[in-house]
Nanobody, 126 residues
């Protein structure tokens, strides 16, 4: 599975951005996709995930109500609509795909995601 993230940029606090993640290859073995983020000096953390079959969505508490994860009908692209952005949302955002059958039990676990995109930088000015 190859993943390509895009859509990052500079936005003022309170603004919005929409990230995209184009996925190719290995569609049959993709059970979930997710977004993670990493700030300088911090560990990579879970943001949101979507089950590829059924479409169940999961969010971290810090973004719930502000971010929305979705996928297109062709199931080739995943999106993250980020609204009401805060300075603490600034990070490199990575998209990831999981081929683990039990990812539905652990959708927030980095260990369940084998395939990673290159990351896209989100900067939020206060």
């Amino acid at each position: 599975v190859q993943l390509q993230a895009s859509g990052g940029g500079l936005v003022q606090a309170g603004g919005s951005l929409r990230l995209s993640c184009l996925a190719s290859g290995g569609t049959a073995s993709r059970y979930a996709m997710g977004w993670f983020r990493q700030s300088p000096g911090m560990e990579r953390e879970f943001v949101a995930a979507i089950m590829w079959v059924g479409g169940t969505k999961y969010y971290s508490d810090s973004v719930k109500g502000r971010f929305t994860i979705s996928r297109d009908s062709a199931k080739t692209t995943m999106f993250l609509q980020m609204n009401s952005l805060k300075p603490e949302d600034a990070a490199i955002y990575f998209c990831a795909a999981s081929s683990a059958r039990d990812v539905i039990l652990y959708p927030r676990s980095l260990r369940k995601y084998k395939f990673w995109g290159q990351g896209t930088l989100v900067t939020v000015s206060s």
